[in-house]
């Protein structure tokens, strides 16, 4: 919208992509009682790397709280 407007484009917010991103790879994800967490061992590869990007490596499988899964503010 920026760009037809010919205005600068605003700052990129990455934390709903690494937060679908996330989500995706849930199937490859340890599954705590309170969190998703990256295998430990195993080769990385593109799919891990999901939940590593995400604040302190993991995703909130709580949906209540001041962010959704951890990460999304809601509006």
């Known amino acids: 919208m920026a760009k037809a407007r010919e205005e600068p484009a605003p700052p990129e ?3 709903p992509r690494d937060a679908r991103n996330a989500l ?5 994800a340890v599954l705590g009682e309170y969190a998703a967490t990256p295998p430990k061992v195993g ?3 593109q799919r891990e790397r999901a ?6 490596q ?5 949906t209540s709280g001041p962010k959704l899964f951890g ?5």
Do not use: F, I, T, Y
């Not at 995706?24 to 490859?28: G, N, P, S, T, V």
């Not at 939940?51 to 302190?56: C, I, K, S, W, Y």
């Not at 990460?71 to 509006?75: G, N, S, T």
């Open 51 to 56: 939940l590593r990007q995400l604040p302190e």
């Open 43 to 45: 080769k990385k590869d």
């Open 13 to 15: 917010n990455g934390a």
């Open 58 to 62: 993991m995703m909130s499988l709580e």
């Open 24 to 28: 995706e790879h849930l199937d490859e």
């Open 71 to 75: 990460v999304l503010e809601p509006m």
